[in-house]
């Protein structure tokens, strides 16, 4: 425990919100009535070193980021809370006292769900080591009211339902209606003279007040609190009769529209770009607020904005922030007032850029009419970088046209946002070493080539806070034995001190019994969630992520016919009992994966209702992935899938959190599976396919048809032939042609077999195979898990962001006492 946590104070508080909340005493209090009432006392803890944080760094005039994201994917507050102010056993115990079990209590809260996946949850991982780090931060976003959708199974289908996670409130956010700031959208720039110089107005817009919600982000056991600042929208004039009088009824009916539309909903889309206007109009709108309240607060202690990038660094997470360039030009500009070449220098050494994917359907273009027309002033600012830039590749490259081509920022008719933000900004980085090196021979040589200095990798990070001491308790107790400390909470590199256990048979029986747990608390979750019985003692086999075709999720469904087809021609096989378990969001709009959900849902139905294979076959789709449900899966799992096609997942990051937690990584050499294997090594992993060279060489050379392979090798035929012949879907067997199609028939835009499923499949199941085999030695197996565990330390967020700190953003540790 920490000093200053006082448990008859907290008991109090507990009391006393109960009473004034929901006018009952606490005998009376429903769980979720109890929840509030505790994360208000919690929250008053915290509101003192949030307040004494930002003191602090003001004192100390610290340079701060700004961590500007689209997504962030926070989970449930509460017990993350309670265990970085280092109070969850006495927290624990007075709720006990009072009656009340603190899981159950935290299963009230509703998941901060405003985050897609890896990117989002990455941003969340990150605020919670820079605040743990003593780092000051800003995380700044959007109050979506509507998150991620919650995914129902009806039929076997995916349903999306509105995720209402605001409906009770939220006991953690502070509204700071003093910061309200305007954000313009439309209308045209008009120039005019004042004071000698020209000036840029912009006219005939509307405009919405963005009024910015404050989360504290609480540090570990260090007494800083963080702020994860989201914006929400309101109409500027609340539909009036004034304007109505001036026959402005209709901008008043606009703008109140607008306000109540930019903040509605999260767009479901991952790794991919879907070019809505309302999107453009999010991305500014949080961006304008952010900079424009940066820039406010550095102004109000600082005289000179020309040195602004001392004080502050904006990171731009993806492309989805990159308008913050251009905006922080125009403020430069049009508001203060500084020449071009100086705003530009403040602006480039202000920002920085991570590329997280080398996706072309995920890289944002936005034709220039739409983009001129919803940002008027922005547009014109981002001609003339264009201009420039362009100028310069000229006396570079001169008479190059195929670089100017490939690198104008404004090109066919269309803004490219990565463009942008490379010139705009001093360090453009991606995510796993892999990653960047591909980003550096080939999705973005050309940058590469003419600003080197400007590129660098910072592998991704998770936070064992919450994906060991949270979510997975016993093990983390374990650990914190054998290693006689709980030093690895804050630097997870100590945790190689379990590697000396690896080889001792009490240690591996007792960490299998912890897995073992583990599998029986998820059993549990299964049977209460899907009805469906599976047996802690099979081998848990999981793929959780998001639903993309390069995550091949398909080739997992496919690899599970060809064993049953094995186990139907044999069921006295010997198998290892397998429990293969899904979980995944698809996008509203993605076809093809949710039919892929469908698939697998399928495949589950008749699987699992098959007495003649003994129970050695399970399917599962876990319903509505979500970070509060991945604690306990990652806890549970013996087999971490991460499958994709080498070259195509920049870096993921459950892959991490399955090391973390023991699970023995099945995968492709691609994102930073590579450096999982390097710090495992090989023989504690079981890795096949193609190597993203292969890949890449297919791609650009052709020499891939699958249709020699489902000529030659019957079993992989047979499973084809059963998505088309009814074999899972007896109603329907035509539900399955559009997959079968995408195996084995080029269409307009893309080769058959896209992400090289049939090609990698033989190389798939013989890993699978050694699975099976491996799993046999248990001791074998449970030294590899100790030593996956001993060996996650580089893949803590703590250390990607000492990374960032020290080549990037170079900010100051800063020390709060009370
Ligand atoms: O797909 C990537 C993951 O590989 C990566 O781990 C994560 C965090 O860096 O970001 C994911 N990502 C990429 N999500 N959206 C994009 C492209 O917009």
Redesign the pocket.
């Known amino acids: 425990m920490k000093m200053g946590f006082d448990k008859e104070e907290f008991k109090k508080s507990v009391e006393y919100n109960v009473k004034n909340l929901f006018r009952k005493t606490i005998d009376d209090a429903k769980p979720n009535e109890a929840f509030q009432a505790v994360a208000y006392a919690i929250k008053d803890v915290i509101i003192d070193e949030w307040i004494a944080t930002q003191k602090q760094y003001a004192k100390e005039d610290a340079k701060t980021l700004y961590y500007m994201s689209m997504e962030f994917l926070m989970g449930r507050a509460l017990g993350n809370n309670i265990i970085n102010i280092m109070a969850w056993d006495e927290v624990k115990e007075v709720l006990e006292e009072m009656g009340f079990d603190l899981n159950v209590l935290e299963d009230q809260e509703p998941d901060a769900a405003l985050g897609?996946?890896?990117?989002g949850r990455?941003a969340a991982c990150f605020l919670d080591s820079l605040a743990t780090l003593g780092y000051p931060a800003y995380g700044c976003g959007i109050r979506y009211r509507y998150g991620m959708f919650k995914q129902k199974i009806e039929d076997g289908y995916q349903i999306e339902v509105p995720d209402e996670w605001l409906k009770d409130g939220n006991p953690f956010e502070v509204r700071r209606s003093e910061y309200a700031t305007e954000v313009k959208f439309g209308g045209y720039v008009k120039t005019v003279w004042e004071d000698g110089r020209e000036k840029f107005v912009q006219e005939g817009y509307q405009s919405v007040m963005a009024v910015p919600y404050d989360l504290p982000i609480v540090g570990y056991g260090n007494n800083v609190v963080n702020t994860l600042r989201i914006w929400d929208a309101q109409p500027i004039n609340t539909f009036n009769l004034e304007s109505f009088d001036k026959g402005d009824y209709q901008k008043a009916v606009e703008q109140e529209n607008l306000a109540k539309n930019i903040c509605e909903v999260l767009y479901p889309n991952?790794?991919h770009y879907a070019g809505k206007e309302l999107r453009l109009k999010q991305q500014y709108f949080f961006i304008s607020a952010s900079v424009q309240r940066a820039v406010k607060k550095y102004k109000e202690t600082h005289p000179d904005v020309r040195k602004f990038y001392e004080k502050n660094v904006f990171q731009l997470n993806?492309t989805h922030p990159t308008v913050a360039v251009a905006e922080l030009m125009r403020v430069l500009l049009d508001e203060e007032g500084l020449p071009w070449d100086v705003a530009w220098d403040v602006t480039t050494k202000t920002c920085a850029y991570t590329n997280?994917?080398i996706m072309s359907e995920?890289l944002e273009k936005w034709p220039i009419d739409l983009f001129s027309r919803l940002l008027p002033r922005i547009y014109q600012i981002v001609e003339e970088i264009n201009r420039r830039f362009m100028e310069q590749i000229q006396q570079m490259y001169p008479g190059d046209d195929h670089k100017m081509a490939r690198m104008a920022i404004l090109y066919d008719g269309q803004v490219r946002m990565a463009h942008l933000a490379i010139v705009g900004s001093f360090s453009v980085n991606g995510?796993a070493r892999l990653h960047t090196e591909i980003l550096k021979t080939q999705e973005l040589k050309h940058f590469y080539q003419m600003m080197p200095q400007k590129f660098n990798n910072k592998t991704?990070g998770i936070t064992q806070r919450r994906f060991l001491l949270h979510g997975n308790p016993l093990l983390a107790a374990w650990v914190t034995e054998k290693l006689g400390s709980k030093a690895w909470v804050t630097d997870l590199k100590q945790i190689k001190g379990i590697e000396a256990l690896a080889e001792d048979e009490t240690a591996q029986k007792e960490f299998m019994e912890i897995k073992f747990q583990n599998k029986i608390r998820l059993a549990k979750y299964i049977k209460e969630h899907n009805g469906i019985d599976v047996d802690p003692r099979s081998i848990f086999d999981v793929q959780v992520k998001r639903l993309h075709e390069y995550k091949r999720q398909l080739m997992n469904i496919l690899h599970v016919m060809f064993l049953y087809n094995q186990l139907r021609d044999n069921p006295n096989m010997d198998m290892v009992p397998r429990t293969f378990i899904f979980g995944a969001k698809a996008a509203a709009g993605y076809r093809r994966a949710k039919l892929t959900i469908k698939l697998i849902n399928a495949v589950a139905d008749v699987v699992n209702n098959d007495a003649s294979i003994q129970g050695k076959l399970k399917v599962v789709f876990i319903e509505d992935y979500r970070v509060s449900n991945a604690e306990i899966i990652f806890a549970a799992a013996d087999v971490s899938e991460q499958i994709s096609t080498a070259s195509k997942?920049?870096?993921?990051?459950g892959n991490m959190k399955f090391m973390l937690n023991g699970a023995l990584t099945l995968g492709t050499m691609d994102?930073a599976n590579v450096e999982i294997v390097e710090e495992v090594g090989a023989e504690h992993a079981f890795i096949f396919g193609m190597s993203s060279d292969e890949v890449i060489n297919y791609e650009k050379n052709g020499g891939y048809d699958p249709m020699t392979i489902f000529n030659n090798d019957a079993d992989i035929r047979r499973v084809l032939m059963q998505l088309i012949n009814g074999y899972y879907s007896p109603q329907n067997p035509e539900l399955f042609r559009e997959i079968y199609d995408s195996l084995l028939n080029r269409n307009s835009s893309d080769r058959a077999d896209t992400y090289f499923i049939l090609k990698d499949f033989r190389s798939y199941a013989d890993a699978q195979k050694q699975v099976d085999a491996a799993y046999r030695n248990q001791n074998w197996w449970a030294k590899a898990a100790i030593l996956n565990v001993a060996n996650s330390g580089k893949f803590s967020s703590d250390r990607t962001i000492q990374e960032y700190v020290d080549d990037i953003w170079h900010l100051d540790k800063v020390e709060v006492k009370l």
């Open positions: 897609n996946g890896g990117l990455l991952d790794n993806d997280h994917t995920a995510v991704n997942e920049a870096s993921g990051t994102g």
